[in-house]
T-cell receptor
């Protein structure tokens, strides 16, 4: 089955800095890669996703890149704000969605 | 419109007891998923329902876990003879279409289960 590795497990940045979270996957057949944000005590919410026919996607301060050859994809957050502090999960799927273990992002004012 | 709802929000039970967790998906969503999230861990897939098809039970950790989806809507996850290691947040999600459509999954608030 699919195996998703996510790094780093924790990430601390200063407000205004950029943050990058990286994930690798094992199943070359995976073709959909969503990213979820989970604030403390709340449900995961989709923030951006990318499909295998696209190399990069942007939505305001958030971007995701996908390298199918290397089987890795990354989340980029620019101009970070304290409200970006949360746990971020990457996921990959061909059949069932497999999640990474999450990255706790802390943005300090 | 209303999102995915789950009940109860919290459940404390004694080891050996059975528990039932309920999920109400978004109206019109044909796909429903159950996940387990242990403290500080990722989301572990448990079971998936799509319409009237046989569920994908490949993620259920033991035969103490079972789930039903009645009328293609509400789902119940049952854990029999609960163990302390079952303590976790159980999350339900629904999506508009099948997994092959790669539809966005919308999560419920979860049920926090504590087995004493």
């Amino acid at each position: 089955g699919e195996n998703v590795e996510q790094h780093p497990s924790t990430l601390s940045v200063q407000e205004g800095d950029s943050a990058v979270i990286k994930c690798t996957y094992s199943d070359s057949a995976s073709n959909y890669f969503p990213w979820y944000k989970q604030e403390l005590g709340k449900r995961p919410q989709l923030i951006i996703d990318i499909r295998s026919n696209v190399g990069e996607k942007k939505d305001q301060r958030i971007a995701v890149t996908l390298n199918k050859t290397a089987k890795h994809f990354s989340l980029h957050i620019t101009e970070t704000q304290p409200e970006d502090s949360a746990v971020y999960f990457c996921a990959a799927t061909y059949s069932t969605l497999t999640f990474g273990k999450g990255t706790m992002l802390l943005v300090s004012p | 419109g209303a999102g995915v709802s789950q009940s109860p929000s919290n459940k404390v039970t004694e080891k050996g007891k059975d528990v039932e967790l309920r999920c109400d998906p978004i109206s019109g969503h044909t796909a429903l998923y159950w996940y387990r999230q242990s403290l500080g861990q990722g989301l572990e897939f448990l079971i998936y329902f799509q319409g009237n098809s046989a569920p994908d039970k490949s993620g259920l950790p033991s035969d103490r876990f079972s789930a039903e989806r009645t009328g293609g809507s509400v789902s119940t996850l049952t854990i029999q003879r609960t163990q302390q290691e079952d303590s976790a947040v159980y999350l339900c999600a629904s999506s508009l279409g099948s997994r092959t459509d790669q539809e966005t999954q919308y999560f419920g608030p979860g049920t926090r289960l504590l087995v004493l």
